[in-house]
């Protein structure tokens, strides 16, 4: 079983830059596809930006498109989301997810239930 932290969340003002880190420990995750999901007090969590194993497939939402990069350490077992030109509509909790071997392939990365290991989540707010 394989355990989520996440890193890296706080306070920014509107265009301003942030970048997440989350590390993973209890088994490599190297084969699975991961992805950075956000909930905001009130709202379904919503998808964000998944990567395949290889960081050769990237899926990202349209209300992060262009801003948001994801990326993948899987020497270290971390994954990066940089957030650039953050909004104030950025605020929410930020959470890292792991599918099992073989799920959430391909556009089945943007579904939340595809992934069966979550973080705990790290809390950004941009302030207008």
Same mark, same amino acid.
């Given at each position: 079983?394989?355990?989520?932290? *996440?890193? %890296?969340?706080?306070?920014?003002?509107? !265009? +301003?830059?942030?970048?997440?880190?989350?590390?993973?420990? #209890? /088994?490599?995750?190297?084969?699975?596809?991961?992805?950075?999901?956000?909930?905001?007090?009130?709202?379904?969590? *919503?998808? %964000?930006?998944?990567?395949?194993?290889? !960081? +050769?497939?990237?899926?990202?939402?349209?209300?992060?498109? #262009? /801003?948001?990069?994801?990326?993948?350490?899987?020497?270290?077992?971390?994954?990066?989301?940089?957030?650039?030109?953050?909004?104030?509509?950025?605020?929410?909790?930020?959470?890292?997810?792991?599918?099992?071997?073989?799920?959430?392939? #391909? /556009?089945?990365?943007?579904?939340?239930?595809?992934?069966?290991?979550?973080?705990?989540?790290?809390?950004?707010?941009?302030?207008?």
């Amino acid at each position: 079983q394989v355990q989520l932290v *996440e890193s %890296g969340g706080g306070t920014v003002q509107a !265009g +301003g830059s942030l970048r997440l880190s989350c590390v993973a420990s #209890g /088994r490599t995750f190297s084969t699975s596809t991961v992805a950075w999901f956000r909930q905001a007090p009130g709202k379904e969590r *919503e998808f %964000g930006v998944s990567i395949s194993w290889s !960081g +050769g497939r990237i899926y990202d939402a349209d209300s992060v498109k #262009g /801003r948001f990069t994801i990326s993948r350490d899987n020497a270290k077992n971390i994954i990066y989301l940089q957030m650039n030109s953050l909004k104030p509509e950025d605020t929410a909790t930020y959470y890292c997810a792991a599918a099992g071997l073989g799920r959430a392939m #391909g /556009r089945a990365s943007m579904t939340a239930q595809n992934y069966d290991t979550w973080g705990q989540g790290t809390q950004v707010t941009v302030s207008s």
